[in-house]
RNA sequence: GGGCGUGUAGCAUAGCCUGGAUAAUGCACCGGCCUCCUAAGCCGGGGACCGCGGGUUCGAAUCCUGCCGCGCCCGCCA
């Protein structure tokens, strides 16, 4: 709305402006969005222009107030206060955008030409657990993926899974040692970690278990097929369990979307091929390294990124560098996105850079970290899969899912069972992934059990239980749902404009939290939205409302509400039940 | 040591990019509201030297700078 508000007055400022005698590019960055949502949607302050015209700002807020004030007369209500000049979007104004609005299949919500982007996320290591770090990635992902689709891109998922490497010369032998059937029922019961920390614990302690574990490394690369029937074992076993987790988690990833650090292991020499033939390939102590510019050691050397170690085996910026490879020749991608922590920002800047001035990218090529803070614990230190109880994902959703069934048969005794465990898992879901989206992405955040389970407050459920309340509301109403679109807007009640402020920004927020990949923008507005509706139901009677137009108009707004907060959290990877 | 990031009520967060008016929201706390469309809700209240100091500006949580605390990264792990 303060998109649109500003645009169409824009104009009658001008106007004003100039007969003024004031510049341009003076007044014109001044003008914006208010700061105080009570005063005004868009403010005009004119302190600094009181130097260049020689007149206090409460006067020239005054004078510009009664040029412009006739002119907007249908747009805007404005004011004058304090040097400020304020524009409040009248409420026949409203009306016209929210008819616009309403009647759009995509509520104001424009498509983009398509661009290809690559979305890789989640990533989970095979034969290691799920933990709360890739629920961010995985969740993150998945709403980033959902947003880029909505907005008419095409977009190829892809989840690099950590299913090579020398660890798993240690897996294997640990496989074989327990013997396959053993070893099979205790990955799928998703024991991952101990089964990981079984085989660690015994490669630190045990010198013939090492040495073994070595030579597997080697047959694994050197391709020898029991062992890699027996690497398919732990991938497939492991994949399995993660399906589960993607299964209660809803979201988008399945097999197709695979794509681990071992499909890329055809393409690693001819990274080493490329970079030599840019001639940007140094050898150093006995490694073949590039080295871009701009990056140092502690010493205050030029910082390596090791491409092919000393011992020939290959690195994961390699890997990366591939990866890239692949992406733009194969997947003729636009736009690369890399839903993966902070602390791997230092990593992916110098892969990028390389990647750039190897040539393997493009200028039109644009690849981008979105990066997420880490998860840290209740005494603010990181939480580390290596030590201590680590806290599975899966127990996590089960558990938010169990708390949820129960709120639901205590609220709403009247569901039967099958409907209690469907909303109980929109819910409880709902709640933990939304904990997850609705903090700016880049901060670490703490891990709260409690809070994350929260179901009232700044939550998914209280999204959802507004959208319930609204399709409650349409059970009750004997008419058709669908026949209301293009009915008028009445704005009089005070909540009903506040709300239907809230729903003509809807769109713009949208875009900038895809265009920014922000979904927490998204996250906080639809709170807003479902707040201004829980006034405006409190306060406005909707079925039983005095005449039949006022009837329409509001149950026009409780559709149109509707219809964003589903969107809205369709978009996040939320369900949202009709009834809760 | 170098680099990157972060610090906002008891707790958790938004606002910082793009400076503006009374710093917003939730949890917790105190007080009200279900004979009426779902109380997972609504209304009211208390609670913040926006880490500390300097600077720029008519105006700084926001920009610059110094310091302090915390976190992460800095060559053969991924």
């Not at 390389?354 to 209740?378: K, Q, R």
Request: charged letters at 25%.
């Amino acid at each position: 709305m303060i998109r649109d508000l500003i645009e169409e007055s824009l104009p009658f400022f001008s106007e004003a402006m100039s007969s003024l005698g004031v510049p341009d590019s003076d007044w014109l960055r001044l003008f914006g969005k208010a700061t105080v949502e009570d005063h005004a949607d868009v403010a005009l302050p004119c302190h600094s222009l009181a130097k260049v015209l020689r007149r206090s700002p409460a006067d020239i807020a005054e004078e510009i107030c009664s040029l412009v004030s006739t002119k907007l007369e249908e747009i805007a209500e404005v004011s004058y206060i304090g040097g400020f000049v304020n524009l409040k979007a009248k409420p026949t104004w409203l009306s016209r955008r929210l008819i616009e609005i309403h009647s759009d299949d995509r509520i104001g919500v424009t498509a983009d030409v398509g661009l290809t982007y690559v979305v890789d996320y989640s990533a989970p290591n095979v034969a290691k657990e799920m933990h709360v770090g890739h629920l961010r990635s995985t969740v993150i992902g998945d709403t980033i993926v959902r947003m880029l689709e909505f907005k008419g891109h095409k977009v190829i998922k892809e989840n690099h899974i950590g299913d090579w490497g020398t660890p798993f010369g240690m897996l294997i032998e640990h496989l074989l040692d327990l013997g396959e059937d053993e070893a099979a029922n205790e990955l799928s019961v998703g024991d991952l970690d101990s089964f990981y920390k079984q085989a660690r614990e015994k490669f630190v302690s045990n010198d013939e278990f090492a040495e073994r574990s070595r030579g597997r490394v080697v047959k694994l690369q050197g391709g020898d097929s029991e062992t890699l029937r027996l690497w398919r074992v732990l991938v497939d076993e492991s994949m399995r369990y993660f399906n589960e987790v993607y299964s209660m988690l809803g979201v988008l990833l399945d097999d197709e979307d695979i794509r681990g650090e071992s499909s890329y292991q055809d393409l690693l020499p001819i990274v080493v091929e490329r970079l030599s033939k840019e001639g940007i390939l140094e050898n150093s102590d006995g490694a073949d390294v590039v080295f871009p510019e701009g990056w140092y050691n502690r010493e205050g050397e030029p910082l390596p990124m090791i491409i092919r170690k000393g011992d020939g085996g290959y690195n994961y910026s390699t890997s990366d560098l591939a990866c890239i490879i692949d992406r733009i020749d194969r997947l003729s991608c636009d736009r690369l996105l890399y839903v993966v922590g902070t602390p791997q920002k230092q990593h992916f800047e110098m892969v990028f850079q390389v990647a750039t001035m190897a040539g393997f990218m493009p200028d039109s090529n644009i690849a981008t970290h979105v990066n997420f803070g880490s998860v840290l614990d209740t005494n603010g230190k990181v939480l580390k899969s290596r030590e201590g109880e680590v806290i599975k994902l899966h127990d996590l959703l089960r558990e938010s899912i169990n708390r949820a069934s129960e709120a639901v048969s205590k609220k709403n005794p009247d569901l039967d069972d099958k409907e209690r465990e469907e909303v109980a898992k929109l819910v409880g879901i709902g709640a933990v992934k939304f904990a997850d989206l609705s903090t700016e992405r880049t901060k670490d955040y703490v891990f709260d059990w409690e809070r994350m389970l929260s179901f009232d407050g700044n939550s998914a459920p209280y999204l959802q239980y507004a959208y319930a309340r609204i399709c409650s509301i349409f059970r009750n109403w004997a008419g058709e749902r669908e026949g209301i679109i293009g009915s008028k807007f009445l704005l009089n009640h005070p909540d009903e404009i506040y709300l239907s402020r809230k729903l003509v920004d809807f769109p713009s927020i949208l875009e900038e939290s895809i265009q920014s990949f922000n979904p927490h923008k998204l996250c906080i507005h639809l709170l807003s939205i479902a707040s201004s509706f829980a006034t405006f139901y409190e306060n406005c009677k909707v079925l039983n409302s005095e005449d039949e137009n006022s009837k329409l108009s509001r149950l026009s707004l409780c559709d149109l509400t509707a219809r964003q907060l589903h969107l809205g959290l369709g978009l996040l990877g939320i369900g949202s039940p009709e009834r809760m």
